[in-house]
């Protein structure tokens, strides 16, 4: 699993690659921590190259969103594979977020 | 102009900087006020007085004023109300933030006779209370105008082509700004009491909702957020999270509104029916999702959404009915993969085998 941040057009987007499961969130979550200190900038999630996620990744991505808003900065997820979307669906996390 | 004229134009000048620390000062304290009292007005205009208008004003009646702190609107706010019952809540707030001169405030609405219409707005001259800033600054004083958004408009038409205008304008014509004026009063009160009624409205449908009789309360955006507030999905989505022992995280409910209206239902005794009829098989399509998952986080409105697939699989909807839900709670974009995904565990369900 690899997280990348870069600012992109005055957002803060976030690259996933590989599983995001309960073995590879620990890392990931230290990974994410400039995304939690930005000042209400907008973040986008990148999961383009994201093959998996668990429920670690789901609070992950949780933590994120709700560090933004209290911001007044939005999150959005791009890019997601059917199988993440059902993830999202079945565990009702696709009202939660904004989709690019 | 006379020198005594020249004189308060100099004086003027030099007190610009200071005006301009107050206007900053008593816009902040001002906008803070109506905050803290969850007051929405349209607007908060503020200007300090031109030097050409002071010059104006100078010659037309410079003689009036015997020093520059006698002119009271060098420096001066308008607070513009969406309602007429605010004006007073406004100026309420004006007197408690700020020390108002009475011998000099006025309230125009009550200056006409019964029969009469015309500029109603209500004018306060105020100064910052002392102790608050330095003090030379809490002795200039500052005028702070209120009114509706329809007053404003009544006025600002009014100035531009009556008030302070070099031609005489007929009575014909004044008339007819009277009359506008008259008018614009009737509906500032008509808006007022619309917002009374609706209040009224909120607070019965909310006691009806709190009482069950739910068949009475029609289905709409404020019924739905008072129903909210009894938490009738909380059954079924622990139901559902006891599946994984999941911990339950809350979510917007709102954007289902549209749906369950779609689904035909028209009151919030439909809406309980709709719960009552549909949450087992609810259940059973959460379960076949979930059960072969270890995903032990879900929103709260996981019940909800099942229970919408459900009802429009049995209302014969299909896989387009899925995907119309889906396009409504979220910005995915193209959701037909998921609702055919969703649509093939359905259709291994009781509820869709017994037609």
């Excluded at chain 2, 009224?200 to 009482?211: C, E």
């Excluded at chain 2, 719960?275 to 032990?296: K, M, P």
Aim: glycine share 6%; charged share 25%.
């Amino acid at each position: 699993m690899n997280t990348t941040i870069k600012e992109q057009n005055g957002e803060m987007v976030a690259l996933f690659e590989g599983r995001l499961d309960t073995a590879a969130a620990p890392q990931a979550e230290k990974d994410i921590q400039p995304l939690l200190a930005t000042s209400g900038q907008n973040i986008v999630l990148d999961c383009n190259a994201l093959e998996y996620i668990s429920s670690s990744g789901l609070r992950l991505f949780l933590t994120v969103l709700k560090c933004a808003k209290a911001k007044g900065g939005h999150v959005f997820i791009t890019g997601m594979n059917n199988d993440i979307r059902n993830v999202f669906a079945m565990t009702g996390f696709t009202n939660l977020f904004e989709f690019r | 102009m006379d020198p005594h004229g020249e004189k308060l134009l100099e004086e003027f000048r030099q007190r610009r900087p200071r005006l301009v620390e107050l206007e900053g000062l008593v816009l902040c304290r001002l906008q803070e006020a109506l905050e803290r009292q969850h007051i929405e007005v349209t607007a908060i205009d503020h200007r300090i007085k031109k030097e050409d208008s002071l010059a104006g004003k100078l010659e037309r009646k410079g003689a009036k004023y015997k020093s520059v702190d006698d002119i009271t609107d060098l420096l001066g706010l308008r607070v513009i109300t969406f309602y007429t019952d605010d004006v007073d809540k406004v100026a309420a707030l004006v007197a408690q933030t700020f020390d108002v001169d009475w011998g000099n405030s006025v309230d125009k609405r009550k200056l006409h006779e019964l029969d009469s219409f015309g500029y109603n707005s209500l004018h306060y001259i105020c100064r910052l209370p002392a102790g608050s800033a330095d003090e030379a600054l809490c002795r200039i004083p500052f005028e702070i105008q209120m009114r509706t958004a329809l007053q404003h408009v009544w006025s600002t038409i009014n100035h531009d082509n009556g008030y302070k205008s070099d031609v005489q304008i007929p009575r014909e014509y004044l008339r007819q700004f009277g009359r506008l004026a008259g008018m614009l009063e009737l509906i500032d009160d008509e808006f007022s009491r619309l917002r009374n009624s609706l209040a009224d409205y909120r607070r019965r449908m909310q006691t009806l909702v709190a009482s069950g009789q739910l068949d009475e309360v029609s289905l709409n955006a404020d019924t739905w957020e008072s129903y909210l507030q009894t938490r009738p999905f909380d059954r079924l989505n622990r139901r559902i999270a006891a599946v994984n022992q999941a911990e339950l995280f809350p979510a917007p409910l709102k954007p289902f509104l549209p749906i369950l209206l779609a689904l035909q239902m028209k009151t919030l005794g439909d809406v309980q029916r709709f719960i009552d009829a549909n949450a087992d098989d609810a259940y059973l399509l959460a379960v076949t999702q979930l059960g072969v998952t270890d995903l032990d986080i879900l929103t709260e409105s996981v019940g909800l959404q099942n229970l919408c697939i459900v009802q429009a699989l049995k209302m014969g909807g299909g896989r387009p009915a899925i995907v119309r839900i889906l396009n409504a709670i979220s910005s995915f974009g193209d959701n037909e993969v998921l609702a055919q995904s969703i649509y093939d565990r359905a259709s291994t369900l009781p509820f869709m085998n017994n037609k």
